[in-house]
Each structure stands twice: as C-alpha cells, then as structure tokens.
C-alpha cells in the first residue's frame, strides 16, 4: 500500500509579520482546500492512504470528509503539544511507519521542525507562511500528482529528488539545532516575537539556499552574490560596520530595509565557522530561538544532511516525457 504523510501546520502564515509588514495572512481553511485539491492529485495516480499530523485547529478533521473509493484519510495517534514539537514528533512516527512520502505544508520553520524529526523520506514543501525559501509556491493538485509518481516509483527517484543542505549550531562543542535556509546572529538579549524585520539588530548572517525572487534574510545573500546556492556551498555575511556600505533588501512582503555589509565570503560543505558576537540570540530560517551566553562558544557548521527534496517540477516534465499521465500507463504501473 502506498502512504504518504501529511504535516500541515495550523501556525504557519500568522506571525506578527502580518503587523509589521504587508505578509499574506494563510488562513487554516485555504490550508484544508489546499489538501483537498492534493488529495485529488494523490487519488489520480493511485495513492491508497494518507496519514494527517492531527491539530487542534480543524485542518486534519475537515480533510476527513474527502470522498474517494480508493484514497483513505486517516490522522496519526499522538499527543499534542501545540507547537512546532508537534511537527518534529509527526515526522519521527511517519518514518518509523516507513511512508513513502512526506508532504508539509507551512514555512521554512515547519521543515526544519519536520527535519529535526526525518530527513531520509523524501518531501514535498508546499509554502503557506512568510518569506519562504525551502518550501515552494505549488498549486495542490500538481504537489499530489508529484508526490504520487514518485511514491508509487512511477518516476526515476535519483533524478526527482535531491539531498538539501543544513546549517547547524554548535555550542562548546555540543550539537543545539539546525536551519535550512538560513541562521542570523542577533544583538537581542531575548527571543520576544522570534520573527525578525529589522536589519539593525543583524551582526552576522549565514546563508545556504536563496532565490532571486525570495524575501527574508537569504535576500540579503542573493542581492550581495547574484547566487542560489544550489550546490554545496554557503554564504557568510558580516555587518553591522562603521566603515560598510548599506545594502537595501525585501525583508518581508512589502518591507524594504538596509543593511550595513562588512564583507561577505563563501563558505563550503564540513565548515565550521566561529561566530564573533560573544552574548546573542540565534535566528534559525527567520526565527529568533536560541539565547547564548557570553561565554559560550558558538559554531556554524554547512552539512549535507538536510531533507531529501522533490523537485516537483522535474517530476512532471518526468512524467510527461514518458507518457506516464496516460490512463493506460498508470495503470499498467499500478
């Protein structure tokens, strides 16, 4: 039977960035019709189950109501925290139950949760949150069509998916936390809000996946390099300089802000990097979340061991390569 793994979180899409800039507000019931179209796309090519993160905003119980002879929609046996453990927890039991696939729906902080929980199964991030760079803006009917080929092996898995970066922290020389797309050093002395949309505060930056039309902290890499950092490499950014030149960046829908760069440097897979600011708070893909004392040493390390990716775009043009969107052929493979 093939199963994929849903985890779609209710938080994602309402950060105060809806107070401090013009982000789009995702509403939990734009989050259940963007399921019901994937559900659509799953059955299509056979997908027999899905198994839901359950939450306690609605969007697991008012997916249950899909109608399909051949796709069953079930929700996973959990104990709730009501927050991003949540997301890591489910991602820890759909790999033990060994799904074929992963779909998330939310932000880069909700692919971090579920990486600290599986990287191993192949996902497909579907964006719902703010400033996001991991997950991509992917009509749902299309996510449940790629997600199915490739858990029903219908498509080549090699050349369909790829293997993400991480970033992680090292503190006195113990393992704290990971990032997918980006960590930023911060003069703060608290997390407060976690969101960060000021650039004042900013004394370094780290750096491992960008996009040219992205908002957020990895703008500031893109707008400095020109580059995506598709392969394994980073970027390392110094601020916050008496003698630097002021870059201006989208740092969230609809805020524009300057940036003072001190110099900026690639970095490459297994480095580690000793950050300069003694007393500071962490901001892992956009969110303030680790306060560290002045005494701490602090290291950022760029590995390869983030999630294994779908790219869903490869995926279909796959698929239509091979006439495997045939009803013939689908169910030739089925």
């Known amino acids: 039977m093939t199963t994929i793994g849903i985890i779609a979180n209710p938080m994602a899409g309402k950060d105060i960035r809806r107070l401090v800039a013009h982000g789009r507000y995702v509403s939990n019931n734009e989050k259940v019709n963007t399921l019901r179209r994937l559900f659509v796309g799953l059955d299509s090519v056979g997908v027999e189950q899905v198994l839901m993160m359950p939450d306690y905003d609605g969007i697991s119980s008012n997916c249950k109501n899909y109608r399909s002879k051949n796709l069953k929609i079930e929700t996973l046996d959990m104990r709730l925290i009501d927050n991003e453990m949540d997301s890591t927890n ?3 039991i759909l790999k033990e139950l060994e799904v074929d696939c992963i779909i998330t729906l939310g932000g880069d902080g909700t692919n971090r949760a579920v990486a600290k ?7 497909l991030p579907i964006s719902t949150g703010t400033n996001n760079v991991f997950p991509e803006n992917i009509e749902g009917t299309i996510a449940g069509i790629a997600a199915g080929l490739v ?38 002395d608290s997390v ?12 370094e930056i780290f750096v491992i996946k960008a996009k040219s039309t992205a908002t957020g902290l990895s703008s500031i890499a893109y707008m400095l390099s020109g ?18 030149k002021n870059l201006k960046v989208p740092l969230a829908p609809g805020l524009i802000k300057s940036i003072p760069i001190k110099n900026w440097k690639y970095i490459k897979t297994d480095s580690r990097t000793k950050i ?12 303030r979340t680790l306060s560290v004392k002045s005494s701490s040493k602090v290291e950022i390390a760029l590995k390869n061991n983030g999630p294994v990716v779908i790219s869903t775009d490869k995926v279909i043009e796959q698929a239509a390569l091979s006439n495997i969107m045939y009803n013939t052929a689908i169910a030739d493979r089925i």
């Open 90 to 92: 489910a991602a820890k």
């Open 117 to 123: 929980g599986c990287t191993i199964i192949p996902i």
């Open 151 to 188: 858990s029903k092996n219908l498509v080549n898995i090699n050349e369909t998916t790829y293997k993400s970066n991480s970033l992680e922290v090292w503190i006195d020389n113990s393992f704290k936390d990971i990032a997918l797309v980006d960590i930023a050093v911060s003069f703060t």
């Open 192 to 203: 407060g809000a976690k969101a960060i949309w000021t650039t004042s505060e900013l004394s």
């Open 227 to 244: 580059d995506e950092l598709n392969k394994d490499k980073g970027i390392h950014i110094r601020a916050n300089s008496t003698n630097s």
């Open 276 to 287: 300069a600011q003694s007393s500071c708070v962490l901001a892992l893909d956009g969110e």
